[in-house]
């Protein structure tokens, strides 16, 4: 049974910082492939960062130099770090894994971030 459980979400002011933690227990963690989205009421669920088996990345435009996503394969951990955070960041963030062959899917439950202050 796969499980995918984020946490570190929680209430920061514009220009702080955080780091957004997706843990995922499956035998072949490595070969997955992770994607944070988020999605802010009223508003379609939206791709923020992705990371590939290998480590390659890549970053919604909004975000982009301002988020890093990475892995620790070792602890089956995928990590979204979150600097120079803007009211408009404010969302529910989802951690999503695609194990291969990257037909299927599985969503966590998802984590509150609200940049007010």
């Known amino acids: 049974q796969v499980q995918l459980v984020e946490s570190g979400g929680g209430l920061v002011q514009p220009g702080g910082d955080l780091r957004l933690s997706c843990a995922l227990s499956a035998h072949d963690f490595n070969f997955y492939r992770f994607s944070w989205y988020r999605q802010a009421p009223g508003k379609q669920r939206e791709l923020v960062a992705a990371?590939?088996?290998?480590?390659?990345?890549n970053y919604g435009d909004s975000v982009e130099g301002r988020f890093t996503i990475s892995r620790a394969n070792a602890k089956k951990l995928v990590y979204l770090q979150m600097n120079t955070l803007k009211p408009e960041d404010t969302a529910v963030y989802y951690c999503?894994?695609?194990?291969?062959?990257?037909?299927?899917?599985?969503w966590g439950q998802g984590t509150q971030v609200t940049v007010s202050g």
């Open positions: 999503n894994a695609k194990p291969p062959p990257y037909t299927s899917m599985y």
């Open positions: 990371i590939t088996p290998g480590g390659a990345t």
